[in-house]
Structures are given as C-alpha cells and as structure tokens.
C-alpha cells in the first residue's frame, strides 16, 4: 500500500510537472507572436515616417506616434506574459489584469494593420457564440499572424478577414492579394506561405483542438489561410 500510495504521488507530481511545462511552451508562444507582430508595424511605420519626413511632417508625426503606441503595447503586453513565466514571492505567477487577445478585440488590430497600409475588410457569418478561451486566442493569432505576414511581405493590395460560427466548428479565414502566379510572378523565398515559424506555431495550436489550418499561395494573386476549428460551444 505505502509503495502504491508513493508512485500515485510519483504520477501525480510529473502530470503537474508536464501540465507546468505546456504553459511555458504556450506562453513562449504568445510572446513569440505578440514581439513579431508590434516589431512588425513598428518596422513599417518608422520606414514610413522615414520617407515622408521633410515632405509630409504630418504624416510622419502620425507615423510616429504609431510607432510609439505599438511599443507601449509591446511591453504592456511583455509585462504580462513575463509576469506569467516568472513566479512571484509566494511561488505562485503573477496573475495581471492585461485582457487576453480575443476576437472581440479585432477591431484595433484591423485599425493597426490598415493604418500601417494594409485595408482590411472583416466579415462574421453566423450567429457569434462564446468560445472556449484557447479556441478565442488560436483564432486571434491567426487573423494576427495572417495580416502582419501581408504587410511585411505584399506589395500593396488588400486584406478579406470572414470569421464562421458554425454549428459544431469555429472557420477563419484570411485572404490577401497580390501578384497572380499566373502572370509569372514568383513570391520572395521567405514570403512563401507556411514558410515561417509564425505559421508552423499556428498549425501545432489548431491541431491540439483537432482542427486544420492550410496555408497557400492564390492563383490569384496574394495568399490564402484557412483554418477550421471544432468547437462544442459552452
């Protein structure tokens, strides 16, 4: 009895241990995600402000001011995730009040991204519903991660964001345009989609829900990502 007792406890403590380990790797995620991109429209914008300087000063003020408030944003958030990763006085992590990203919030992103150049048009079908928070945050990184990949990457053009409820499955998709492939034009080598680790993080999320996400170059030009997650709505 006392030597079973021991290896339940045993089993117990590497399950904790396991489950401790998966957060980390989570929140190494988001941090991943959150620093490229704020770094992102900070590139673009400060890049932006440096071509219209003399020229525009307004603009480049606007840029700038840009570029200040996704730094400020960068590190509220990095305060958050790092409070996370690191535990308090007691042992225990820091819990802050940052709100974690959600679809709710798509509306200051799509601000961000169309400000930096990139217009955006979002679409919802069906009836929105709660969703699990994983599944909330999953589909927030994609629309992110889709949207900062077109505008480091594309050369003008736009960006369509349709977000589906449907009855047993959350759908996102992203579609961007571009240069068609059938005009001859090549993309970049690191523009190719599913080429960064951005993208190959996004399918390890959505495959832990059972779910798929493809990510493709269009004949149409621009780039298509497509993700479809199940869902059993609370």
Do not use: C
């Amino acid at each position: 009895m006392e030597q079973r007792g021991w290896l339940l406890e045993r089993e117990r403590e590497t399950a904790a241990h396991k489950a401790v380990e998966e957060e980390r790797a989570r929140i190494a995620r988001e941090l991943h995600d959150i620093v490229s991109h704020n770094v992102s429209l900070m590139v673009v914008q400060a890049t932006a402000a440096r071509e219209v300087l003399t020229t525009l000063p307004d603009d480049a003020a606007r840029a700038l001011d840009a570029v200040e408030g996704a730094g400020r944003t960068t590190m509220t958030e990095l305060r958050h995730l790092l409070g996370l990763l690191a535990p308090s006085a007691d042992g225990e992590p820091d819990t802050p009040d940052a709100p974690q990203p959600s679809l709710s919030r798509l509306s200051p992103l799509v601000d961000r991204i169309a400000f930096a150049g990139l217009p955006v048009e979002v679409r919802i079908s069906g009836e929105p519903k709660p969703l699990p928070s994983g599944v909330d945050v999953t589909a927030y990184r994609i629309v992110q991660e889709a949207l900062t990949n077109a505008l480091k990457h594309g050369t003008g053009g736009k960006a369509e964001v349709t977000v589906r409820y449907a009855e047993h499955s959350l759908r996102v998709e992203v579609l961007t345009s571009g240069p068609s492939v059938l005009t001859g034009a090549r993309p970049e080598p690191h523009a190719r989609a599913g080429a960064g680790r951005g993208l190959v993080g996004l399918r390890q999320r959505v495959a832990v829900y059972g779910g798929d996400l493809d990510a493709r170059r269009r004949l149409g030009g621009g780039y298509r990502v497509r993700a479809r997650i199940p869902v059993e709505y609370p």
